[in-house]
């Protein structure tokens, strides 16, 4: 069967929220040097809660192109293989007046660096496990990948979500999404298919991972834990007017 080929320059393209920092670093610059430093301390704090979060999957799947398009906003068909383990960050609204922030860990599907990369998995509290739709080989590892974690953080567990990458090939295919969804049926977890080319599903990807740990946390079945840096507890942001912004200032930097 051949598979119709997507187009990127036809499919609807989600418009890419300004990242967190963007407008607030702007403004920062303008500013004395003391200044700067509380305004970074404030916008720090615009999170009630922060996951980690770890891509995990075969080299060459598409990890790290999946988190340059979900916190930056772009991708590139040239792309080097990570070296080790890479750290992104964005922020989402998962319910009016709750942010959350996401600290984003990129790890090498390359085998030799997989002594730096397991040492991550204990400290997150959701994974990505990535395929490439048009590598099969890469599908088959999916098992290895959830076990491997598994393994390394009992009695513990993480949150997954399955995502089979590169659905812009789609005349390429060598998964389909039937085979795809049984896997995720039995390892009990979601599966959605993303393009990081053509910006499919990246966002709904990140955030229904979000979403299900959010409310798994609001079940009482993950909490913050000491010595586990899964998910933190942040501060409840506040909408400062400039009176009072300066009044704050004053109350809470000795800077
Ligand atoms: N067609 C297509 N190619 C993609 C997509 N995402 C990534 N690629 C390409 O796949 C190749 C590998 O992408 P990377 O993001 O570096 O893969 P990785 O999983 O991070 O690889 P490692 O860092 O070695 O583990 C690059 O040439 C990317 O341009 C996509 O959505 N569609
Ligand atoms: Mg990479």
Known sequence: MRWASRDCSTSPQPPHPPPLHTLN?????SLSPWLQLCTRHAMDALWQYQFRIILLGDSTVGKSSLLKRFTDGVYSDVADPTVGVDFYARS?????????????????????????????????????????????????HVREWHREVREHILPHHMVYILIGHKSDLNRDRKVTRDEAE?????????????????????????????????ELMKMGEISTRDGWDGVKSGLTPKVLYPAEEEAEREKSCNC
């Not at 007046?97 to 509290?125: C, H, M, P």
């Open 25 to 29: 670093v702007n403004t920062a610059l």
């Open 92 to 140: 989402l609204d998962i319910e009016p007046g709750v942010k959350i922030k996401l600290q984003l860990w990129d790890t090498a599907g390359q085998e030799r660096f997989r002594s730096i990369t397991t040492s991550y998995y204990r400290n997150s509290v959701g994974g990505l496990l990535v395929f490439d739709l048009t590598n099969r080989k890469t599908f088959d």
């Open 182 to 214: 049984q896997l995720a049926a039995e390892l009990g977890i979601r599966y959605v298919e993303t393009s990081a080319k053509c910006n499919s599903n990246v966002e709904r990807a990140f955030e229904l991972l979000t979403r299900d740990i959010y």
